[in-house]
């Protein structure tokens, strides 16, 4: 695999990512509020948060492996660039890393006690790292534009582009609509890692590690990417289930 | 079952190091070595995380020995205490080996990052010290806290018994406890069809009160 297949690797990667996480961002960042038919703001009761989070439930792990993937492109064949990234998004990518232990630990906590107040803290947890979470990742995309004008752009981006993806799919896993918002979300959620990746491609391609060490993990990759396509197939295929009573509700 | 032979395996790959480490470390390893601070640092972890390596090893073969017709709940109770006791630290434990294998090789090898090929100084990144010192108090006392968390909410749940663990269930009388409404009920198949039989007893305790029921398993 040369530098470009490398590149082509890592955004699909996390391409991947942003649409299975940015649900359950979504989702999170809308656990406490429902927008009603005419317009306004609903309060949604215990009930329904569990609902929504049994939505998104199945994609938090096989999601995060697409980041984690991600990162090991990206470190792995161009250092450079994670160089160039970090030291410039050394604030952001710590919120990032933050934000994303606490939502986490939102998630998989708030069910496991059953007291009103401990759920409570938890969802207003859950809710606020979601929004942290969604928002600083638009904005190391933006740091990778070099840019800071970039970065508040595609953090507010992000921010309310996930808000839309969490409902359409939580909508979906329910059968309250069909798969299209669904398809139109996921490409608004794909769009600004699309377009980073052809923005910062010229500085990504060139200086990576030697040609022989791509094709040497690139024959790596190539036999640990079926393995991971297939696993990733089944997630998906669990995801498009609607939910219903044979799931197991443990988010 | 899966700690015993994950402790097999990484003794076993641990020594198999050994091998490359002696030939990258030969003046550490020589008998007329003058051990620096950093080295005899590296020496103290690594023997630590050999003996524990071994004690997790050996109470791992206890302990599976003791499953063989629930010995372990027919033992008096001056001897079960301990050995539930050592069952609890083997979840601790391995991270503690794991880290002082890290912490060992990682001594050993400084100035180096990467032994022979790439320095440290090389590889530190621009950032002040004080940005870095705040990045890691932050991250090290996030993850401590949910570290902590996690442990009061495992101990909550392995005192709470296997009763109606809070570890997943059926949707209807997950969501039956959460306050749902009937509709949604229905949805997520309240008849108890497809439930378990347990979980079928349950639903029916705690149906027929409709909206007082609920507010209970709220509360519960």
């Known amino acids: ?251 | 079952m899966t700690g015993f032979l994950g402790v097999f395996l990484a003794i076993g790959f641990g020594y198999s190091q050994y091998a490359y480490i002696t030939r990258v470390d030969a003046d550490r390893f020589a008998d007329d070595a003058d051990p620096s601070a950093l080295g005899t640092l590296s020496l103290t972890a690594q023997g630590l995380m050999e003996t524990f390596a071994f004690l997790m090893f050996l109470g791992g073969i206890v302990l599976l020995l003791l499953l063989i017709g629930n010995a372990v709940f027919r033992m008096p109770r001056w001897l079960r205490v301990p050995v539930c006791w050592l069952a609890v630290l083997t979840v601790p434990i391995p991270f503690a080996v794991a880290l002082l294998g890290w912490l060992s090789r990682e001594l050993a090898r400084q100035p180096w990052v990467v032994q022979g090929v790439l320095r440290v100084d090389d590889v530190t990144s621009d950032q002040s010290a004080r940005t870095v010192l705040v990045s890691l108090v932050l991250l090290v006392g996030l993850m401590v806290t949910l570290a902590v968390l996690d442990w009061w909410v495992l101990g909550r749940l392995a005192r709470a018994g296997t009763d109606r663990l809070a570890l997943g269930a059926a949707p209807a009388d997950v969501l039956r406890d959460d306050g749902a409404s009937e509709d949604v009920l229905l949805r997520f198949g309240a008849d108890g069809a497809g439930a378990g039989a347990v979980r079928v007893a349950g639903a029916v305790a705690g149906a027929g009160d409709g909206p007082d029921g609920a507010a209970q398993g709220v509360a519960r």
């Open chain 1, 1 to 251: 695999m040369n530098a470009e297949a490398w590149a082509v690797l890592l955004t699909v990667l996390v391409a991947g990512w942003v649409l299975l996480d940015g649900a359950v961002q979504g989702a999170g960042a809308t656990l406490l509020h429902e927008r009603d038919p005419d317009g306004g703001e609903r309060r949604r009761e215990p009930a329904q948060r569990r609902v929504v989070l049994a939505a998104v439930g199945p994609m938090l792990l096989p999601g995060e492996v697409w980041l984690v993937a991600a990162f090991g492109v990206l470190v792995g064949v161009f250092p450079h660039s994670e160089a160039d990234l970090l030291s410039a998004g050394y604030p952001v990518a710590l919120t990032l890393v933050g934000s994303w232990a606490l939502r986490d630990a939102g998630i998989w906590l708030r069910s496991r006690r059953r007291g009103r107040v401990w759920r409570d803290v938890w969802d207003v947890v859950l809710v606020v790292a979601s929004i942290v979470l969604a928002g600083s990742w638009g904005a190391l995309l933006g740091v990778a534009w070099g840019n800071g004008l970039a970065a508040l752009a595609l953090a507010i981006v992000a921010v309310v582009v996930t808000r839309l993806h969490g409902d359409a799919v939580v909508a979906w896993r329910l059968r309250r609509t069909g798969p299209l918002p669904v398809a139109v979300t996921s490409v608004m959620m794909v769009a600004p890692v699309v377009g980073t990746a052809i923005a910062a491609w010229p500085r990504l391609v060139a200086g990576g590690i030697s040609a022989e060490t791509m094709a040497t993990l690139g024959a790596v990759a190539l036999a640990v990417l079926p393995v991971v396509l297939a696993l990733q197939v089944v997630a998906w295929w669990l995801v498009s289930r609607p939910l219903d009573r044979r799931d197991t509700l443990f988010f």
